[in-house]
């Protein structure tokens, strides 16, 4: 059984969701750049074009396994800014020790000692984690929500020099299907996305993230 913060029938409210293999985890971490990014450098044989500051949020580098979640943050790559979309492949060793060690991002009664302990835990933690509703084709939000994870410090550094894989740009991929949906084709629209399932994980690595 998937690992979920809710065993409920169906779909869990709090899940982990992405494109996974045997060794390896496909993201959109903080992909969102300015158009036509013409420099950068290679990492793990793939260029990686330059990020500037304001695109990762409150100076953390933020993964997003959510296909349609990354097409709500950036406009289907149409926002000022965000015309550019990546998917970054990242090793499974490397999420799931990002996943070990973060904190999640706000103070939950029950799940955290006191407000005290939170704080201390979310401000010496090299990843946190935030959990935001899943959206359709239309970019409605759903009743269920996905996980975003937010890297700094030791886990940022990881990222950019171990984690990474592969990355591919996706960009034209989120305009076909965006004009799909403008064009009354869901359907279609639907076999376009990128396979997504439950992350293959054991309970322990989200146990305490869950509200």
Known sequence: MPPSCHRRARTPARRSRGTSEA?????????????????????????????????????????????????????????????????????RDGFDWALRNACLSHYVRGLHTDRSAWQHDLKRAPARVQWDPERDLHLRPLPHRSLQLGLSGEASARYAEEWIVSISDVTPLAHEIHALVRDGDPDSATRLLPPERAYPAGDELLAHLCP
């Not at 950068?40 to 074009?49: A, E, I, L, S, Y």
């Not at 997003?64 to 926002?79: A, E, N, Q, V």
Request: proline letters at 12%; charged letters at 20%; a positive charge.
């Open 23 to 91: 060794s390896r985890e496909r993201n959109q971490p903080c992909a969102h750049l300015p158009r036509r990014p013409d420099t950068g450098f290679r990492q793990g044989g793939c260029h990686v074009p330059p990020v500037p500051p304001e695109v990762c949020e409150h100076g953390s580098t933020w993964i997003k396994p959510s296909f349609l979640w990354m097409m709500y943050r950036s406009g289907w790559g149409t926002k000022e800014g965000q015309e550019t979309v990546l998917a970054v492949e990242i090793t």
